[in-house]
């Protein structure tokens, strides 16, 4: 471990020790799982050096796994190796050493790492949970799992107040930092791939409701350029399993840089949400799927109520933060309307089985729709897709339209509405082949003549809006990647967490 760099976690067995294992980590999970062969009967809660778990106790299972899903089965007790932990597990008894790294280094002597007493935790989760029940595919059911866990994800955080008390949301694992987050110079999103069009996608409504500046960083470039983060600044670390390798040396670059930072992720206990000064879970269940589905609609959910929390209550934005809290309210409905397209979405899926390419424009909230929309088609349907604002379609993506590229593109109802009907006019002039989205009843506003596919979607308050809209582009690349033949949970050359760099 002394000459290690770089992420790994590893497990060692030796024919010359037939009876011992031993494992070690950085960076990479790993998680050791306990399962008493008679379980109940001693319900221990924490062990030292080999005390607890040794030969002379209760016989037990143990189990070495990078991810709690595949512990879930077998037993619920879990303890989360650190970083430079040792385990060492002979004859049934268990050791954890502490590795210090830096003694090695100063050419210290090499004295035995100390050993370390740690608590178990129980795993709240059910087998269920990770089974696809009714559906062909984790994805499929992940989709219509959505209204689900929205509801999860939002429970005990919005207050529907009564006659005489506004309503208003509770965070609770953020409420000690609100001043400081409101204090901030800028608050910066960081995240990788999906969850960084999450936070693109809440990103106006939280500028509008706090006033402070907002900036998006991918991950790996912000360490690329090394750019400037300061002490005055809030930065909120998005990732669904709390374990990407580039958000993780983001998130060291700022704490080195002595930021106050936010950790939104689904997974509790993972490394992310136990380096951040504080954070949210989004709640949203076990997700299995390569294409992440469910875990976005709650990103964008949680940094909605994040931006309603940091708003604070001025009379101002009263009104809209109560129209707001009421589109969360009837959220799930919503995503049950919009659930009831899947037949369409496989029909339009039949219609583009054999196409090489696929445009998605969007602007306004619905810019990062575009991009997720086309991601996901990209991931699983393996076919080329790109999300384009729809504000720089003069500038370059104009010259693709023919009247055999396919272009999808989102009208729903906002404040970019009419710039949107221009967008659909003008592609229209050039023979594009359109499919529109847009909200229920808009349809003879949008595409007059009847010239071009149209999916209706219900309406919801702006800032929501995107939440609604991505179901349909889930769909499509869910259908896309059945007809096409290809593995729509694992894609080929994917991971579900990219705990590498």
């Known amino acids: 471990m002394r000459h290690l760099e770089g992420a790994y976690a590893l497990i060692f067995k030796s024919r010359h020790y037939p009876n011992e294992l031993i494992a070690c980590k950085r960076g990479s999970p790993l998680l050791l ?3 008493e062969l008679n379980e109940g009967v001693c319900n221990a809660s924490a062990f030292h050096d080999a005390k607890f778990l040794s030969k002379n106790g209760n016989p037990k299972e143990l189990f070495l796994s990078s991810d709690a899903n595949a512990l879930i089965e077998h037993t619920k007790k879990v303890l989360v190796i650190e970083d430079g932990e040792v385990v060492h597990l002979k004859e049934g008894g268990v050791s954890i050493l502490k590795f210090d790294n830096e003694k090695g280094r100063n050419g210290g002597s090499l004295s035995r790492p100390a050993s370390v007493q740690r608590a178990l935790s129980i795993l709240e989760m059910e087998v269920e949970q990770i089974n ?3 559906y062909e595919h984790y994805m499929q059911k992940e989709i219509h799992e959505q209204p689900e866990s929205l509801t999860t994800t939002m429970r005990g955080r919005l207050i529907r107040g009564g006659s005489c008390k506004a309503k208003t949301v509770l965070l609770g694992g953020l409420k000690d930092h609100l001043k400081t987050i409101r204090r901030s110079r800028r608050i910066v999103f960081i995240g990788c791939g999906t969850s960084y069009n999450a936070a693109l996608a809440a990103r106006p409504i939280l500028e509008e409701l706090s006033g402070v500046p907002v900036t998006m960083e991918i991950a790996s470039d912000l360490l690329d350029r090394q750019g400037p983060i300061y002490r005055e600044d809030t930065a909120v670390f998005v990732s669904q399993s709390g374990e990407t390798a580039d958000t993780l040396h983001a ?39 390569v294409a992440s589905t469910k875990a976005y609609t709650s990103q964008i959910v949680v940094m909605a109520i994040l931006a309603l929390a940091i708003g604070g209550d001025t009379i101002s934005n009263q009104e809209r933060r109560e129209a ?7 959220l799930p409905n919503k995503i049950r309307d919009v659930l009831k397209l899947d037949q369409e979405m496989k029909d339009l899926a039949k219609l583009l089985i054999a196409e090489q390419s696929l445009l998605v424009f969007g602007r306004g909230y619905n810019y990062a729709t575009a991009l997720e929309g086309a991601l996901k088609v990209k991931e699983v349907a393996l076919m080329h897709s790109e999300g384009i604002l729809a504000g720089e379609m003069k500038h370059g993506p104009l010259a693709l339209v023919d009247e055999n590229l396919p272009i999808v593109v989102i009208a729903t109802r906002d404040a970019c509405f009419s710039k949107q009907q221009s967008v659909i006019q003008q592609l229209h002039a050039r023979k594009g082949r359109l499919i529109v989205m847009c909200s229920k009843g808009d349809a003879a506003s949008v595409c007059s003549g009847g010239a071009c596919r149209v999916i209706e979607v219900s309406y919801v308050e702006d800032c929501l809006q995107p939440v ?8 499509l690349a869910y259908h896309l990647t059945v007809l096409r033949g290809y593995n729509v949970d694992q894609p080929r050359n994917l991971a579900k967490s990219v705990t590498t760099q």
């Open 251 to 289: 998130l060291e670059y700022a704490l080195e840089n002595g930021a106050l930072c936010v950790g939104i992720t689904n997974t509790v206990g993972s490394v992310i949400a136990r380096k951040t000064h504080c954070g949210v879970h989004i709640n949203a269940g076990c997700e299995i799927g």
């Open 33 to 35: 799982g306990v399962k």
């Open 132 to 134: 696809k029940g009714k």
């Open 468 to 475: 609604v809209n991505v179901v349909p582009l889930q769909l």
């Open 324 to 330: 707001i809290i009421d589109g969360l309210f009837d």
